[in-house]
């Protein structure tokens, strides 16, 4: 969420994408997320970016090196 606070036209896309595929009115639900091309995008582009695999083989490593 912060990634697109940080890029302003990349949200706006994103708004923009949201609001002619679903609307403002509407709800984004699973059926709709599959017309979100862009949205989708940016989700797999944080997950590779920040994975949580990462974190947790980190944490998982200093618990078995700590006396």
């Known amino acids: 969420m ?3 606070l940080s890029h302003p ?9 949201i ?4 609307g403002q009115e509407n709800l984004i639900d699973e059926p709709n ?13 944080a997950q590779r970016l920040y994975t949580l695999q990462s974190h947790f083989y980190f944490h998982m490593c200093h618990l078995m090196i700590a006396p």
């Open 2 to 4: 912060s990634n697109l």
């Open 9 to 17: 036209k990349v949200l706006k896309k994103a708004q923009a994408e």
């Open 19 to 22: 609001d002619t595929e679903i």
């Open 33 to 45: 997320v599959l017309k979100l091309k862009y949205l989708q995008s940016i989700i797999l582009e």
